[in-house]
DNA sequence: CGGCATTATTGACGATTCGTCAATAGCCAT
DNA sequence: ATGGCTATTGACGAATCGTCAATAATGCCG
């Protein structure tokens, strides 16, 4: 359906073909709305194919998310170089260009239009973390409070939930929707300030 | 396996204890973990009767979600009478408390815990977009901009996530967690100012 | 070039689950 | 009591999941 023969390829570049096609099945049609024999006879692969590199339906599912949370992950990675300021500006912005481009998957990720459960959870909660895990370093704090920790993760929801609407409603000027996000975290920071003295 | 005997009951009655069984037996094992049959059996009632009442397994499902957002939706109503400064805190207070009574289900819920898909997202956006009219309706604003929305919806996402992780670490001191929900819609407000002016 | 070993790929199969529906059984009115 | 209404049941057909032995494409080596 999609493929011409049953070409015989290499293990990995078969198997970057056949998440790549899962970020465009997925995206458009979600998890568990079509059999997986359908979902071989659009990736132009036989059934058993997809059982023999990913498990089963799940399985499939899963490394298609983990592959873009991973991609996250990577491209949010702020400059080491800067100071603070300049660096989380190009996180965010960093951010909200991923987003942007890619705005199919993702958004669909973070606004729970894929399926999602606790274990989808978990891999978004990795990026969640970790750029909780890169404030808090770049800001010299190494035992957050209950509090601050929550306040961060908050932000964090909010940037990711924001960017989804915003594409939603056609992702027009970025730079507006940067500098809210931006003095969005002020009251997170007067929250790590005043935790990190007591 | 629940219940006593096949007691034949009026249907609404049934209908309520199936849904406040749905909201336990979700809120722990989560959605498709079990097939029909053993989620009948556990309920004590045979797999036809669910059947009979929600039409199938996501309509169960279903059904179970919306009576939480409905809930919350109905519990989180500011008071009319007085101005919005208390009227914005009463608010937040009551979803706060409303998370931390009925943690299991509404911090699995909005976490993800339980399977979201788009269908899943409507329900749970409800809530969102019902906050969102009650606020700008407040301040007595009629025509938002993108971006105020945006904002509104992101500080909304703030709290929700907010609480689920603030009761996954145990929810204690929810008056500190209250004042940084609502120094965080600071940002949020300057958006709506400027945008209003303009 | 040709035959062989390796392994990527297939499709039919058994097991499980979804959703249906005719049959059953409890409750109320007369 | 008894008869009608309807809440409730469980066996059935259709569809899907995941397995596995068979197949065929590729590369290697003589």
Redesign the interface.
């Known amino acids: 359906m999609m493929d011409l023969g049953p070409r015989r390829m290499t293990t990995e570049a078969r198997r970057e073909q056949l998440l790549a096609f899962g970020r465009r099945h997925f995206a458009e049609h ?2 568990e709305a079509m059999s997986m024999d359908a979902i071989a006879d659009r990736a132009g692969v036989s059934k058993g194919l997809l059982y023999h590199y990913f498990g089963n339906q799940r399985g499939f599912y899963m490394e298609t998310v983990r592959s873009v949370t991973d991609e996250v992950i990577a491209i949010t990675e702020p400059p080491a170089e800067q100071p603070f300021d300049q660096a989380f500006r190009v996180m965010v912005t960093c951010f909200v260009g991923y987003v942007q481009e890619h705005s199919a998957i993702y958004a669909a990720l973070v ?8 274990e ?2 978990e891999l ?1 909660d990795r990026v969640r973390t970790t750029t909780m895990s890169r404030i808090l370093e770049r800001l010299g704090i190494r035992r957050p409070s ?2 601050s ?3 961060i ?3 964090v ?6 960017c989804a ?2 594409t939603a ?2 992702g ?2 970025p730079s ?2 940067i500098d ?2 931006i ?2 975290f ?3 920071l ?2 790590l300030q005043s935790e990190q003295r007591s």
């Open positions: 979600g998890y606004r729970g239009g894929l399926g999602s459960d606790t989808v959870n978004l209950a509090l920790q929550i306040a993760y908050g932000w929801s909010l940037i990711e939930n924001g609407e915003w409603a056609g027009a000027s507006r929707l809210f996000f003095s969005a002020e009251p997170v007067e929250v």
